[in-house]
């Protein structure tokens, strides 16, 4: 795996962490390993400005544009196809992405498709994660870094980041807290399973 293809839908910054600790770590330089391009499905994604910016190659592919999920996904996986081949399959990065994915989707990127999840799973898979923490009473939060399967924010772990809950927390507060744990372990979990660290 040479190329990392980022998919995104909003602000982009755990794709923003990834790309900053490949450069300051030389993974082009020093094992070959570029982050090739970020796809999002929304056109206004604040982190495609980020991505282009760093002369990262971006697309957009709109699933309102799309009749159903197999037509999206299937679009997606042409973007894919122009950054990789049968010798070089690509790693696929989710970060941020709102979209589920069909089981085909991910049945075909199985093993190099992976998704950071704002909790401690298998605790909160879905959404609304650091409400629900708040409301179940947590003492601690996190984040996860998984492979990702068809059923949707399960599969093998790669890592986790825990922070305390505090008090006088919101969803917002925590969300923060969590975010800045993301951006240390995303980066080093897709360096590990590219074996370059
Ligand atoms: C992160 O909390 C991530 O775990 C979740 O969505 C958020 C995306 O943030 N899936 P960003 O777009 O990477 O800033």
Redesign the pocket.
């Known amino acids: 795996m040479k190329n990392i293809v980022i998919l995104?839908?909003?602000?982009?910054?755990?794709?923003a962490a990834i790309v900053q600790t490949a450069h300051l770590e030389h993974w082009a330089t020093q094992w070959d390993v570029h982050v090739a391009a970020v796809i999002s499905n929304k056109t206004d994604a604040k982190?495609l400005d980020f991505a282009r910016s760093h002369g990262i190659a971006t697309e957009v592919v709109n699933h309102k544009a799309y009749a159903n999920r197999e037509n999206f996904d299937a679009a997606i996986v042409q973007h894919i196809n122009k950054f990789e081949d049968a010798n070089h399959p690509a790693l696929v990065v989710?970060?941020?992405?709102?979209r589920i994915l069909t089981p085909d989707f991910v049945n075909r990127y199985a093993g190099r498709l992976v998704?950071?999840?704002?909790s401690l799973l298998p605790a909160f898979p879905g959404l609304h994660t650091h409400q629900r923490a708040l409301d179940a009473g947590c003492k601690v939060a996190g984040?996860t870094v998984h492979l990702v399967t068809p059923e949707i924010d399960h599969g093998p772990i790669l890592a986790q980041a825990i922070v305390p809950v505090l008090s006088d927390d919101t969803a917002d507060t925590l969300?923060a807290r969590?975010?800045t744990q993301?951006h240390l372990i995303y980066p080093r979990a897709i360096a590990k399973l590219l074996q370059i660290s």
């Open positions: 995104i839908s909003g602000n982009g910054s755990n794709m982190g989710l970060a941020g992405f709102m998704n950071i999840h704002p984040a969300a969590v975010l993301e």
